[in-house]
């Protein structure tokens, strides 16, 4: 980029201050909520009533939100459940993904066209959530994971970048697999999956992302509680403000532990625990995405 | 072995044969037995509903067939105030949106690229990027934190500067920018990635061309990096008025509480509410299929837009 070696004026230099610190001033405003709440989770919930919003740094030292977090039923459940949902969600997505991917993108397939219009008109035209509730109520979905998970099976938008991708695989390469006697399926798996991995890694971290962060369709087609996901018992507790449900009336009325624990500190906990599968996955989404970003313009 | 097979006398007639059948209908059906699951999912869950979405031209009755009616929940929605507000909302609120959030990651792209350390550019990209990937769920949880009127970052600051603190979340007046600030926290650092793609595609001899002319920083930024991302910047745009009428459901969901409802209920959450909460399915998915069909149009004529004057279009 703009990497000049000559010789700077002190003028240059002055706008290069101001830059970088603009730029530093957007990654502060960016992270310091998030450095917050971690200071007010790992605080001493006694001094939690008296912390500001704009520190980072912990007021005494504790483990009792986190601990609670930890031991509290609806918290588990809604892990377990995210667990199921993201893990299965992922894997059924870029395996059925790819499969249709790789067949769209035989060049001679017939019905090719067909088939990417049908896909093309489900970007343009959406008719809405209540019939795709009725959907899910007619196959008996409602209620089960299932709901969130094959509403968005093959994502549109991912399926058409996997074609492309599949599309730039050399012929000879296919060729020299099927003189082999690898037949369509073995093609595939041995030949276009190993060759497509950037893309299905890709792929893969976007699915991730998206079921961990599903919440609205679990919002409505998961009734039982015992099936929220994470996110749906965060909304419950802090943008809801379902106090009760975090602490639980018997603690609330027996002052126990869990009571006496700030509930902003206890929100605080659970912002960042429902996030923390996110910045785990983050440093390979910055690896992947904004590499294969950059580099794919530095080559077009 | 087709070579070995070809040795062999007459046998070129056995190899055409060969080759027609595999060409033909035969070939495929590994590919469609692959497609399957794909094109079932595409049927079910995309094509049934449009099906189902007849419903909007319809009377429910508690014991089926329910009662065709034309088109007399249109004309009951039309006839309702509250749908005309919260159409008015997600134009409103799409405005705004493409006045105040639209240029940020211009802007967040330009600066980045001015950053002359490597390294330092990097720590700011990882760290900007992040908000991108979190859920509306999460960033409505942490802006109800930062703007709480006793303990919220925000109200520390206009608290220090000697104001009377702000609840912004529970004021009418403000909620909407409530909503344009967050979407800038959430995807300005993200989306200035397209348009740094789009300025390091940008020959390097144009920059040398304006040195030697004596252009200065903000000469170069002017005549060479912002002309190569104008058709970067016309595509995004027109792709932003196609999706004019989604003013991001997820996002004004988890915002929203009953104070001020009525500035932010957008057509997606009124048809949530009305059609699954209080049941008036028929006319919750009339406002959908009206939303949807006016959607259509929207996308449609942006796509062949930005296809005709950046040749790149929505696929």
């Known amino acids: 980029m703009a990497e000049d070696r000559r010789v700077r004026t002190p003028l240059e230099r002055t706008e290069n201050a101001i830059i970088a610190s603009a730029m530093l001033l957007m990654a502060v405003v960016t992270l310091q909520p998030l450095l917050n709440l971690l200071a007010i989770s790992l605080s001493d919930p006694a001094n939690v009533a008296g912390m500001n919003g704009l520190t980072i740094l912990p007021s005494g030292f504790s483990l009792t939100v986190w601990q609670l977090l930890a031991t509290h039923p609806a918290v588990l459940t809604g892990v377990v459940n995210s667990a199921i949902i993201t893990g299965g969600g992922t894997v059924l997505n870029v395996l059925f993904t790819a499969l249709m991917a790789w067949g769209l993108s035989r060049p001679k397939l017939p019905g090719r066209k067909v088939l990417f219009i049908l896909v093309l008109v ?6 809405g959530i209540i019939p795709d509730y009725f959907v899910n109520k007619r196959l008996g979905l409602l209620n089960t994971y299932w ?11 991912y399926l058409i970048i996997l074609v492309r991708f599949f599309e730039e695989i050399p012929e000879e390469l296919l060729e020299a697999a099927s003189l082999d006697g690898a037949n369509a399926f073995s093609t595939f798996w041995h030949v276009a999956l190993p ?15 998206f079921h961990w962060n599903e919440f609205f369709r679990a919002m409505i087609y998961l009734n039982d509680q015992s099936k929220w996901p994470l996110q749906v018992v965060l909304r419950q507790f802090v943008v809801e403000g379902d106090k009760l449900a975090m602490v639980g009336v018997n603690n609330s009325n027996n002052y126990t532990d869990a009571a006496q624990i700030n509930i902003r500190a206890l929100n605080a906990g659970m912002i960042l625990l429902t996030i923390v599968p996110i910045l785990a996955i983050y440093p390979l989404i910055l690896k992947f995405f904004t590499k294969g970003a950059l580099s794919g313009a530095l080559k077009g | 072995m087709a070579q070995a097979d070809l040795a062999i006398g007459n046998v070129p007639v056995k190899i055409g044969r060969l080759d027609l059948f595999r060409r033909g209908a035969g070939q495929w059906w590994p590919y469609y037995a692959m497609m399957a699951p794909g ?27 329910n009662i065709w009616v034309g088109l007399k929940q249109f004309q009951t929605l039309f006839a309702t105030q509250v749908f005309w507000q919260v159409l008015a909302n997600t134009v409103i609120i799409s405005a705004m949106k493409l006045a105040f959030v639209f240029p940020v990651p211009i802007a967040v792209a330009l600066l980045l690229n001015e950053l002359t350390n490597a390294r330092f550019r990097q720590v700011i990209q990882s760290a900007i990027y992040l908000p991108h990937f979190l859920s509306w769920v999460v960033i409505s949880a942490v802006f109800i934190a930062i703007l709480s009127p006793s303990d919220g970052a925000v109200n520390d600051i206009v608290k220090a500067a000697g104001f009377h603190p702000i609840a912004f979340m529970t004021e009418p007046g403000l909620i909407r920018w409530v909503l344009v600030v967050s979407e800038n926290w959430r995807s300005a650092g993200w989306d200035s990635l397209l348009y740094l793609a789009a300025i390091i595609g940008i020959d390097q001899q144009l920059y040398d061309a304006a040195e030697i002319d004596g252009a200065n920083r903000w000469q170069k930024i002017w005549h060479v990096t912002l002309p190569g991302i104008v058709p970067t910047i016309a595509t995004l745009f027109i792709l932003n008025c196609g999706m004019f009428l989604n003013a991001d459901l997820n996002q004004v969901i988890n915002m929203s509480n009953d104070v001020v409802r009525s500035q932010i209920d957008i057509v997606d959450t009124y048809v949530y509410r009305i059609g699954l909460t209080t049941g008036q399915y028929s006319l919750g998915t009339a406002a959908g299929l009206f939303k949807a069909v006016l ?21």
């Open chain 1, 147 to 157: 709901s969130v998970i094959f509403y968005h099976l093959v994502d549109a938008w």
């Open chain 2, 39 to 65: 094109i079932i999912f595409f049927l079910i869950f995309h094509y049934l509903p449009i099906w189902e979405a007849q419903i909007a031209f319809e009377q429910v009755r508690i014991i089926p067939p």
């Open chain 1, 122 to 127: 489900t970007i343009v035209f959406d008719p």
């Open chain 2, 295 to 315: 959607g259509m149009g929207m996308i449609l004529a942006a796509h062949f837009f930005a296809k005709r004057f950046t040749g790149k279009g929505v696929w």
């Open chain 1, 195 to 209: 060759l497509a991995r950037p893309a299905l890694a890709t792929i893969t971290l976007f699915y991730f992302v």
